[in-house]
């Protein structure tokens, strides 16, 4: 499988050759820079604050360990991060897709303006939003969250959830069909109070 | 059924999102698809929104940039080389080509947790084989794990060591097997059934202190004199007769109370050996391929006798016969049966041998015959001290107040 080298900071792999020569800070700008998103990855999917800080950790204790090791990434930093941190979330919750249930009562009443489906999605505050995220399988989370929230583009998202890219269009497709699906029931919920 | 080109626009819309275009920007695009599309897209652009705020996301990276720091500097790990499969496969092979001689040469002093321990082992099993189980060699090999157990004790190192080999007691939860000492709970399984001369197989521990105490303990079989005793009750072998205990071994009417330095086997009179109180153990009938060699310790020197109350008779095993049902007709527990009679090894019975059982087997017997105390069929718990009393009782019921001068119950060793 071709990896596309990603638009990565092209001096990324000059941070990597001085971290793997323990450079701590090349090391430290690899943390800095890549820490929001891996812990957007990670806090989307764990509610716990406190294990969601200790699951990113994680993720950059175990880049410690590879530069230390054979298994050091040379390229593509941001895809072996995702990859280590979706490997630490499904070590977290096992295999099984997680579902978690919501309470109507959470949802806020829609908008009456323009499209109620899209005025009703707009409303949304962020908390409602990352409820009906969770409500998807793991696999629709991640695709949305690498996809949209990460904007990552479809190869190297297929590289870091170890699928085709025919795969991942189909499940971002699905995905996303499946959250309005999620989020027309909360409508209608709302609507009819 | 979805439309290939919809999941392709669709998927090209996202990304012109990543690129910072706007949802008409692509709705122009795909014009076709506009309706379907719009909807879509918002949904898919809500999980941007589902983002954690940035304070949170700065605290979290402040409290996790320490640690990381900190690991940073910390002294990398040693390596660890990883075997990959092709090394794996070439060591296997090296490993096979490799004389089992080497190997097992290399294995010879090893101790138990020992990696090659193992190899040991399994090397002696071969040797035993091959050698068609030579007593000379298991005996070798048996005092094989008692070396390896001295060093294990001597080391202080903590191990599974399984000892086979004579035992005596020492008292209520030492033991002696050659050289070594071992506690044994009173309170193991099996452990009751244990008597000094027994041949067993312990599964022991050793602990850092160089103590030695066992886990399990099997009886193996119980020393037997080599020559046959003369002792045989006078009477007919009907059921009803009275059998008389031994003369000589009426020195039941002493039970010792303490271990007693325990004549050879060699001697033909009827010995009464007893290392235990009560323990009067009389030569047998069915001779037993067990070593009879006494263990070096004096008091242990044992031979057993069947000994039975008056009332038990002489009964030929027919075939079809099984010592526990044999013992369950009689009312007895299988481990009296096997005591009394000296049989240590429950698997070989013949046809016409000759065990003591309680008068009126054919029949289920009545327990009061023998007056023992509470002797119901079988009732395998409550065999020692029923047992031990039963044993002392080879005079008359009536007279077994006197002869049980000395508590018989097990737990008045030595």
Redesign the interface.
Known sequence: MLVIILPDIPAEDQLLVRARQNDESAMLQIYDYYFPPIFQFIRLRVDDQQQAEDLASDVFLKLVQAMHGRNAPTHSLRGWLFRVARNVLHDYYGKEKKFTTTTLEEWLPAPTSGDPEIQFMRSLSVERMRHALKMLATDQQEVLILRFGQTLSLQETADIMGKSLSAVKSLQFRAVNTLRGILGDMHMENANG | M?DRD???A??EC??L??AGQSIDDCLRRYPQYADVL???L????????????PT??AD??A???A???D???KP??P??Y?LSWARLAAGVLLVFMLSSVGISLAAQDSLPGDPLYNVKRLTESVQLVISGSSPTLQAAFEERRIAETHTLLALGREAQVTLEGVITQIDEATWQLADLQIQIDPTLPDAVLIQSADRVMINARTTRQGTLIAETIRLLGRTQPQTLPTVRPSTTLTHTATVLPTATSTSTASPTTSPTPTSRPASATPRTVSSTPGQRILATAPPNALSTVAPPSPTSVVTCLPQHPDDWIEYSIQSGDTLSNLAQRSGITLERLLRVNCITNADIIRVGQRIYLPGGTTSPSTPDVRTEPTRQPPAPTQIEQNNTEQRNNDVTPQSRPASSATPASRGNRG
């Not at chain 2, 918002?42 to 983002?51: D, I, M, N």
Request: aromatic share 4%; proline share 5%.
């Open positions: 979805v919809l999941i392709d669709f998927n996202i990304d999102l990543a719009r909807p879509m918002e949904a898919g652009l809500l999980a941007r929104r589902a983002q954690v705020s949170e996301t979290a990276q409290r996790g940039r640690r990381f720091q690991a940073l500097r990398a790990p390596r660890v990883r």
